[in-house]
C-alpha cells in the first residue's frame, strides 16, 4: 500500500515539474504565495493573514493548502484561492511558488517522501517565511536558523524579538517585530461566564504526534502521568467547583493539541465543567471569550495578556519541565509573567477566588503592557508588507 502511495506521489511530482515552466511564462505566476498551517487547520496566524490577504490585496497569488477533510474548511472556501492537500494542484502550486508562509514549519509542503527529498532542491528558488504559532520564550533548537534557514522569522513582542535575533542565529534582518496576524482579532471581544484552563503539553508523554504502534500503551503511561492525575483533580475539585457555582461560572478544560489523543480519558461529574475536543471548539474564540486564564507553560498566556486579561500559572512541576521539555530562556514567570505562578491546587484555589471576587482585575496589567509594545491592527499588515518586500531568488 506505500508502494502505491509513493508511486502515485512520484507520479504527481513528475507531473508538476512538467507543468510548472509552463505557468511561470506568465508574469502574473512568478510571485506565487503559500499560505498554510497545520494541514487541517485554519485558525491560527497563518489564517488571518491569508483572510486579510484575501480582503485587501485579492490581486496578491496567495493560496492557502488545507485538508480537504478539515473542519475549518469552509472558512477557507469562502474566502477563495484554496489548494487541497496533497492534490496534484498542491505539488504544482508547490514547486511553482516563490514564498511559503507557515505558522509550523513544513506545513505548506505537501506530505511525501518525495517531496521532502527535493525539498533543498525546491527551496533554492523560494523564500521561507515563520509566522509562528505562539511567542518563543525558551531556547529551541528545532527553530535555530541552522534547522529552519528562514528568511523571515515573525515575533509578537519586543522581549521576544531582542532574544530570537541574539540567541537563534539569524542573519540580520530576519528576524522582525511585526505582531502577530491573530492578534488584530483580539481587540474586540465580549467574555462570557467562563474560566478556560489550557494547559501545554510534556516531551516525556507520549503525544498525537509520536509515531507509536501501541496506543493502549501510550495511555497507560499517560493514566500514570502526574499530567493527567493533576490535571483529572483539578476538574474535579469540590471547592473550585463551589466557586464555579458561586460566581455562576462555566470551566473550559481544552488540553493542549499535542494531549488531545487522551481528552476522553478526563471525566467530571460537574455540569459546570466542559472537556473541551479540539474540532469541536476554536481556540482563539475560547480566548476571547473566558474571563480567567489557567494555563501553565502554555504560549496563549501572551494571547490572553494581550488582551490584558487576568492568568494564572498552575506550575506544579517546573523542575522537570525545564529538564525534559525545553531549556528556560529570557522569560521568567515570577518576574515577567502576567498572573500568580502556583504549585498546588489549594493556592490555586485562593488565587481564582481573589480575581473572581475583585470582579476579574488584572493587576499585572502594566507588565502586559509593556511586554506588547505594539498594540493595534495592523499586525496582518506589516506582516504583508515584510514578505511583500521580500525578493525572490528567481
Sequence with gaps: MKKLSYILDFIKYFIAKCISPILKISKSNRDIWIVGERKSEAKDNGYHLFKYIRENHPEKKAYYVIDKKSSDLEKIESLGNVIYYDSLKHYIYYIVSTKLVCAHFGGCVPDSPICWKFHNHEMKNKKKIFLQHGITKELIPSLMYENTKADLFVCGAEPEYEFVKNKFGYPDGNVQYLGFARFDNLHENTTKNQILVMPTWRKWIPSSTWKSENLEECREIFLKSEYFDRY??????????????????????????????????????????????????????????????????????????????????????????????????????????????????????????RILNSGAENPYKNRCEVFFEKYDKKNSERIYNAIDNLKSNT
Design 232 to 353: 483529572n483533580s483539578l476538574i474535579n475539585n469540590q471547592e473550585l467547583i463551589g466557586l464555579l457555582d458561586q460566581y455562576n461560572l462555566e470551566l473550559i478544560f481544552y488540553p493542549h493539541y499535542e494531549m488531545q489523543v487522551y481528552v476522553d480519558l478526563f471525566k467530571t461529574q460537574s455540569d459546570r465543567v466542559v472537556i473541551a475536543r479540539k474540532d469541536e471548539y476554536d481556540v482563539q474564540q475560547l480566548l476571547k471569550e473566558s474571563k480567567i486564564l489557567i494555563t501553565d507553560y502554555s504560549s496563549v498566556a501572551f494571547d490572553f495578556a494581550y488582551m490584558r486579561k487576568p492568568v494564572i500559572y498552575y506550575q506544579f512541576d517546573n523542575d522537570i519541565y525545564y529538564k525534559g521539555h525545553y531549556q528556560k530562556g529570557y522569560f521568567d514567570y515570577e518576574e515577567h509573567g502576567f498572573g500568580p505562578v502556583v504549585k498546588q491546587l489549594e493556592e490555586l484555589q485562593l488565587c481564582l477566588g
